[in-house]
Antibody, heavy 124, light 113 residues
């Protein structure tokens, strides 16, 4: 059974960097049948996809246009986890952040595993 | 980005009665591989979203058969044949045809009468 365990601070000051980690159990961050995503949810923006990392002979990282200049997604094979770093945060980045797996076995099978979510507040 | 529009915004259903949610996309979700890249998720109160339906009509593992998805192109529907108390929450559609630029609908809140 695949599980995703999220960790990270609940409070970040404006202009600082938000760092979140998602530890994978039951699967591998290097799996060629998966893509590992960060998504956030806020009342003003709803559910918003932020970033993705996946391994297909080499690593591919993709970002939403809204955060592209500020976000880095980083897979860590030694710890079987992936992280999101979002710099220069503002109160607009206040949201619940989720990590999630997209599963592809032969063909696309949906975003089938989600972390429990981390509530992040950006405030001084 | 592809815009996903759900209706209605909310639904109040008597247990045992059917329910239907619509999702429309600003562009076709039909991929050149012949599949419609439209998923449905349910977010129960206080929980993360959970996958119900992928590729428009495929039930995810463990999802009761009272849930079904249909549609193609830009118009999709999630149907619940007989709503149960455990089905309350917010339902979201999500497109991945434009992956990785995934987008979600605004959600439909389902409550029990």
């Amino acid at each position: 059974q695949v599980q995703l365990q999220q960790s990270g601070p609940g409070l970040v000051k404006p202009s600082q960097t938000l760092s979140l980690t998602c530890v994978i159990s039951g699967d591998s961050v290097s799996s060629t049948s998966a893509a590992w995503n960060w998504i956030r949810q806020s009342p003003s923006r709803g559910l918003e996809w932020l970033a993705r990392t996946n391994y297909r002979s080499k690593w591919y990282n993709d970002y939403a246009v809204s955060v592209k200049s500020r976000a880095i997604i980083n897979p860590d094979t030694s710890k079987n986890q992936f992280s999101l770093h979002l710099s220069s945060v503002t109160p607009e980045d206040t949201a619940v952040y989720y990590c999630a797996r997209v599963y592809v076995s032969g063909w696309y099978r949906g975003m089938d595993v989600w972390g429990k979510g981390t509530t992040v507040t950006v405030s001084s | 980005d592809i815009v996903m529009t759900q209706s209605p915004l909310s639904l109040s259903v008597t247990p045992g009665e059917p329910a239907s949610i619509s999702c429309r996309s600003s562009q076709s979700l039909l991929h050149s591989d012949g599949r419609n890249y439209l998923d449905w998720y349910l977010q129960k109160p206080g929980q993360s979203p959970q996958l119900l339906i992928y590729l428009s009509s495929n039930r995810a593992s463990g999802v009761p058969d009272r849930f079904s998805g249909s549609g193609s192109g830009t118009d999709f529907t999630l149907k619940i044949t007989r709503v149960e108390a455990e089905d309350v929450g917010v339902y979201y559609c999500m497109q991945t045809v434009d992956s990785p630029r995934i987008t979600f609908g605004g959600g439909t809140k389902v409550e029990i009468k």
